[in-house]
DNA sequence: TGCTTGCCTGGAGTGCACTCCAACTCTTTA
DNA sequence: TAAAGAGTTGGAGTGCACTCCAGGCAAGCA
C-alpha cells in the first residue's frame, strides 16, 4: 500500500555527506523552474530500467545533479548494472517527481535528504514523516500568502505607470 | 507627483559593480524571510534622517547589506554627513519596503538593480519600468500557480500518512 | 581494430546573495 | 580626556545547489 509513493527502506547505509546544517533562517533555496514537472516524462510503457542518461532527458535534471542526489542520500539506493552503470526503475522516477515538487516549493535540499533517510528507515517513521510535510504545507502556504501580498503592491506600481502614460497620450 | 514610490533620479553615475548577467534560467534566487516586511519600521513620524543602524532596525536588513546595496547600485544615492556617515531619508526606507516586498518574491538582485537605473534615468523610462513589472507580476502569478499544484500533492501525501496512523489506531 | 558514445569517479569550480574582517575614524557618554 | 560604541572602506569568506573537469572504463559498430 501507499506503493508508488512511499519508497520504503531498500538499504540504510549511505550517510550524507557535505551538507552543513547551518542554513540561514531567511534564506530560501533557490527554486528550478520549468523542469517540466507536469506533463513529465513519456515512460516507455512496460521498461523499469533506464540509464542515466534517459532519466535526465524525461525529469529534465542533468546527469551530474542525479548522481550528485544519490551522493549526498537524496535518492534510495540506485540498481546497478554488473559493471557499475546505474539503472533507474519507474519508483525511482516516481521519488524524482515528489522531489521536483518539492524543489519547485523551495524545500531546502538538506530537508528532502532528512525525509529520503525516514523513508529509509521504514513505517516506523511514519509520524515523522507525516509532521515533516505537514509543517512544510504551512510554510508553502505562507509563501502564497506572501506573493499576494506582493501582487497587491505590483499591481500598484504598475498601476501608476500606467495611468502615466495614459495622461501623457490624452496630452 | 507619484512621489513616495518612484524615487526619481538624484545623481546617474554609480555604474553597477561585479554583477555578471549569466543567470542560470531554472534558478530562483533564495527568499527572504520574516524580514518584518509588514508591520515594518515605526519611523518616529518628523524624522527624515536615520543612521544605517537604525535603518538596519527598522528594515531587519544587516548594515552590511545596505552597504553592499548602495555598492551595487540598488540604492538610489544616500546622504552623507560631513564626515561620510550614512544619512537615510524617509524616501530610501519608502525604497527599501518595495526592494524588500520584491525580494520576496524571488526577483534577482541583478534585475532589482536593473529597475533602480531606470528610476535614476527619470521619467523617460516609465514605459520600460512598467514592462519590467509586469513581466515580473506574470511571473509571481505563475509560482502561486506553481505552489497551488504543489499543496495538491503535499495534502495527498498527508493523507496518505494520515490514513496509516488511524488505520493503526483502530488495528 | 579503431572510433564514437555514454557512463564512471573524486574533486574543483561557479553564481548568487550576502556576511565578515581588519584597520581605521567619528560620536557620545562618563 | 578617555573609553566605548557605532560608523567607514576594500576585499576575502560563506553556504547552497549545483556544474564541470580530467582521466578512465565499457559497449556498439564499420
Redesign the interface.
Known amino acids: 500500500m501507499?506503493a508508488t509513493?512511499?519508497q520504503p527502506d531498500q538499504g540504510a547505509g549511505t550517510a550524507v555527506a557535505g551538507l552543513p546544517e547551518g542554513a540561514r533562517?531567511?534564506?530560501?533555496?533557490?527554486?528550478?523552474?520549468?523542469?517540466r514537472?507536469?506533463g513529465g516524462h513519456p515512460r516507455p510503457a512496460g521498461r523499469d530500467r533506464y540509464t542515466i542518461g534517459e532519466v535526465a532527458e524525461y525529469t529534465g535534471l542533468s546527469a551530474h545533479t542525479l548522481r550528485w542526489y544519490e551522493r549526498i542520500g537524496l535518492m534510495p539506493h540506485v540498481d546497478r548494472t554488473h559493471t557499475g552503470q546505474r539503472r533507474f526503475t519507474n519508483r525511482d522516477l516516481d521519488w524524482l517527481d515528489?522531489v521536483a515538487?518539492?524543489r519547485?516549493?523551495?524545500m531546502p535540499v538538506a530537508d528532502m535528504v532528512r525525509y529520503a533517510e525516514l523513508v529509509r528507515e521504514g513505517?516506523s517513521t511514519?509520524?515523522e514523516?507525516?509532521r515533516l510535510?505537514?509543517e512544510?504545507?504551512e510554510d508553502?502556504?505562507r509563501?502564497?500568502a506572501?506573493?499576494?501580498?506582493?501582487?497587491d503592491?505590483?499591481?500598484y506600481?504598475?498601476g501608476?505607470?500606467?495611468d502615466?502614460?495614459r495622461a501623457s497620450g490624452r496630452a
Open positions: 501507499t509513493m512511499t533562517p531567511w534564506q530560501r533555496p533557490p527554486e528550478p523552474r520549468a523542469c514537472a507536469d515528489l515538487k518539492l519547485l516549493t523551495g513505517e511514519f509520524a514523516r507525516e510535510l505537514t512544510h504545507r508553502v502556504r509563501r502564497i506572501e506573493l499576494h501580498s506582493t501582487l503592491v505590483l499591481d506600481k504598475i501608476i505607470y500606467a502615466a502614460r
